[in-house]
Structure formats: structure tokens, C-alpha cells
């Protein structure tokens, strides 16, 4: 064999093989976002987003390099009273007829624990941004009983300030943290289409 082509085979065999992460959608049916403030003292009030999309780029063997991106729409906010729903469209709170959209896109993955990690990125809500992270822990992955789809179930917490973002109505009364809670399962859509075709 010539020298230059041993050479050639040689660095190849140690370039390491690049990790590849599988595109993934959230299945809206099983996914919830949550998000809680607290209510004078006495409770702690439920929200949630019923309206958003996402996607997310990940492979277990290589969860830091993971990606997310996330836009949810306040205008299906949800919570226990129909008029609240209504009063946090308005101008003191989210702004919908000017502000549509809330979205996050992550700027990195930082490896916490076996099946932990916290991503993070960027939040930017009512026209402001801000550096935002989510505390995730990594379920399981594998292809579902019931409907054959390559899926990848998390749950992630995290919190945030309101006034950061210019959401200063009724503090402290009703509370400028707002806890975030997630529940996730995504889909690859491109595996579900080859296992398919497989059989």
C-alpha cells in the first residue's frame, strides 16, 4: 500500500465519529407547561400554555450537545377562571395584541447528573431578554408501544422573575417569581417513517 494512502487510513481511523442528534417535535397531547404564582399568601395559582410549538435536537449518548427552541403564545394561557384567562391578554400582563409570542432558544447544554442536565439560553418575553436555564431530567427514550413512535419523555423545572421582563403588576400581592413546570414527550418523526418502511 502506498505510504501516502496508509497515512490517509491512519487519520481517518482517529477522527472520532461525529454524534448525531436526532430532530425531534413535542407531542402537544402529552406535553404540559406549567406555571405557578403565588396568591396573597395563601396559594399557589396554576397557569398553563396550551398554545406553542418546538423543537428539540438531541441524542442521548451526547446530551450536551442538545438543542431547543420553544415559542409559546399567551393567548392560550389557561387557568381556572375565564376571566383571569381574559385579564392576562391585557396591557399589565402579556401584552398579546403587541406581543404575541414568548420564546426561548438554548445557547448550550450542561451535563448535571446520569439523567440530569440544565439548558440553557435565551427568554425573551414582552419585547425583553433575558438569560434563562431549565432544570431538565432525562426519562426515557425508545420507540412506544402504542403507536410505534421513536419518543423522549423529560420534566423540567424553572423560574423567573417577572418584573425582569416588565411585569411589575400587583407585586407582591400576587408573587414576582413564577415557577415553571414541564412535562415533555417528543417524537422523531424520521424514525417512525423508517421503521415503517422497514416492515
Not at 79 to 105: C, H, N, W
Amino acid at each position: 500500500m502506498p505510504r501516502l494512502i496508509q497515512l490517509l487510513l491512519t487519520a481517518l481511523l482517529l477522527i472520532p465519529a461525529t454524534a448525531h442528534a436526532d430532530n425531534f417535535e413535542f407531542d402537544k397531547s402529552h406535553t404540559h407547561i406549567a406555571f405557578y404564582v403565588n396568591h396573597l399568601g395563601f396559594s399557589d395559582m396554576l397557569g398553563q400554555f396550551t398554545s406553542f410549538s418546538g423543537k428539540l435536537q438531541f441524542d442521548p449518548n451526547h446530551p450536551d450537545q442538545s438543542a431547543l427552541e420553544v415559542t409559546l403564545h399567551p393567548s392560550g394561557i389557561r387557568t381556572s377562571s375565564e376571566l383571569l384567562d381574559s385579564a392576562l391578554q391585557g396591557e399589565m400582563f402579556f401584552a398579546t395584541s403587541k406581543y404575541p409570542d414568548i420564546r426561548f432558544v438554548s445557547t448550550g447544554t450542561t451535563v448535571t447528573g446520569k439523567d440530569t442536565g440544565d439548558v440553557s439560553g435565551n427568554l425573551t418575553m414582552l419585547g425583553i431578554t433575558k438569560p434563562f436555564t431549565l432544570h431538565v431530567h432525562f426519562n426515557k427514550i425508545g420507540y412506544h408501544p402504542v403507536t410505534n413512535m421513536y419518543t423522549a419523555g423529560f420534566s423540567a423545572k424553572a423560574s423567573l422573575k417577572r418584573s425582569d421582563f416588565g411585569m411589575g403588576y400587583l407585586i407582591p400581592g400576587v408573587s414576582d417569581e413564577v415557577r415553571i413546570e414541564i412535562e415533555a414527550e417528543a417524537t422523531d418523526l424520521d424514525k417512525k417513517l423508517a421503521e415503517k418502511i422497514k416492515h
